[in-house]
């Protein structure tokens, strides 16, 4: 079993950055894929950034040259640096972790799910 608990949502401007993070704790298998998907209401929950064991990663089109995943093996946290906030990114962010492939892939596939955290984005 995985436990994720995200933090470091919050509002902030167009133009503006935030980071979250992932506590993660339990069993966290060598071979998993970690990453950040977000869900407004009314539409399915999509993948925006993972990361391999290897450390290679994948980003949507979407937010390509502005948000940056890593992870810090070592205290088992994950993060998401997000800048050039747009309104179109407010959004709730789900920390995620898999085994199988890197996104693009259906949030069914996705074996452990964090609680959420809201980020908002105003114009």
């Known amino acids: 079993q995985v436990h994720l608990v995200e933090s470091g949502g919050g509002s902030v401007q167009a133009g503006g950055s935030l980071r979250l993070s992932c506590a993660a704790s339990g069993y966290t298998y060598s071979s998993f894929y970690w990453g950040w998907f977000r869900q407004v209401p009314g539409k399915e929950r999509e993948g925006v950034a993972s990361?391999?064991?290897?450390?290679?990663?994948s980003y949507a089109d979407s937010v390509k040259g502005r948000f940056t995943i890593s992870r810090d093996k070592f205290a088992n946290t994950l993060y998401l640096q997000m800048n050039g906030l747009k309104p179109e990114d407010t959004a709730m962010y789900y920390c995620?972790?898999?085994?199988?492939?890197?996104?693009?892939?259906?949030?069914?596939?996705?074996?452990?799910w964090g609680q959420g955290t809201q980020v908002t984005v105003s114009s």
């Open positions: 995620a972790a898999w085994v199988g492939r890197p996104i693009p892939l259906p949030p069914k596939f996705v074996g452990y």
């Open positions: 990361i391999e064991s290897d450390g290679v990663t």
